[in-house]
């Protein structure tokens, strides 16, 4: 089903409907999308959960106006945020850093199936703090256009092109030092 | 040698690397169904239980004590300060009430919470 009939049962009020056809046509992709922020499939796992559950309570506040696209995205980014955030507490209470607790999840995680050098750059991305970390994933693996990551995340295009810079070359002169 | 291709455009990178569980995307929609169901339903108290461990954690860390977890812990560029993470508790899904209640119940004394809202 497309975005535009999923809009149409959201503006009929038939919430149980737009909320079906949103999982069958957007889990996977937010699943891959999550999964780069998560350590593994199970963190993904219940990323993926927390972003549809918040889908499903705010579909009645969705505005037709604006596009389900961008409005299932910035759910996910933000959801992913708070879960930066709520491991890095974590990893604070164990002091560990961050990158270190996602990286240990991601090296016990049997459902990684890449060689090296994909190992490398999903622990390159680790390392990135949370808005460059953010805008890397979204341009370099979903290949958005900056015009949509902005509108996603409510940032200047200027801004997120800076972001995106900075994030690139850290990954880029960290594999450098691993190949 | 310093490499002089960019190792960021090798295709592999964008080829996918991970794997679910075999059924994963088929079976998501039904354990969605209970999850859906179960969200509807939630008291404002079992919304704090994920924080439980949290909050448990604040006593932990005022008794370890603030300034050694910040001699211990790698200083990230973005890092977040049990302060600010108080604060967020409080903005983003509970009244200040609800959190001060919530951490004098499990122990975490009215001055460390004072000194964690300041």
């Known amino acids: ?179 | 040698m310093k490499r002089t291709d960019d190792i960021l455009k090798d295709s592999r990178l964008k080829e996918q690397a991970f794997t679910v569980p075999e059924g994963y995307f088929e079976n998501l929609a039904s354990k969605l169904e209970t999850v859906k169901a179960a969200s509807g339903k939630t008291s404002p108290a079992g919304r704090l239980v994920p924080y439980l461990a949290i909050a448990a954690s604040f006593a932990l860390i005022a008794s370890v004590g603030t300034a050694i977890l910040k001699k211990t812990v790698h200083q990230p560029e973005e890092e977040i300060s049990l302060e600010s993470y108080y604060s967020q508790l409080v903005n983003d899904d509970f009244s200040e009430d609800e959190v001060v209640s919530y951490l004098l119940c499990y122990g975490i004394s009215a001055e460390e919470i004072t000194e964690l809202s300041k």
């Not at chain 1, 957007?26 to 998560?38: G, K, M």
């Not at chain 1, 927390?50 to 696209?69: G, H, I, N, Y």
């Not at chain 1, 016990?108 to 890449?114: A, E, I, K």
């Open chain 1, 1 to 179: 089903m497309s975005d535009e009939q999923i809009t149409g049962l959201i503006q009929n009020g038939d919430y149980d409907a737009a909320f079906n056809a949103i999982v069958a046509a957007w889990s996977e992709r937010l699943y891959w999308h999550l999964r780069r922020y998560a350590g593994s499939h199970e963190d993904a796992d219940d990323l993926l959960q927390d972003v549809l559950v918040k889908v499903w309570k705010a579909l009645p506040t969705f505005r037709c106006d604006s596009q389900l696209f961008t409005w299932i995205y910035r759910i996910a980014t933000n959801e992913a945020l708070n879960f930066l955030r709520k491991n890095r507490f974590k990893a604070m209470l164990k002091a560990e850093s961050l990158e270190s607790l996602l990286n240990s999840h991601f090296d016990d995680d049997v459902h990684f199936n890449g060689d090296e050098l994909q190992r490398e750059v999903q622990k390159a991305i680790n390392m990135l703090p949370d808005k460059q970390k953010q805008v890397f994933i979204i341009r370099y693996f979903d290949e958005l256009p900056y015009e949509q990551i902005s509108e996603i995340l409510d940032t200047s295009v200027g801004s997120l092109k800076a972001s995106y810079h900075h994030a690139y070359n850290k990954v880029k002169a960290y594999l450098e030092t691993k190949f």
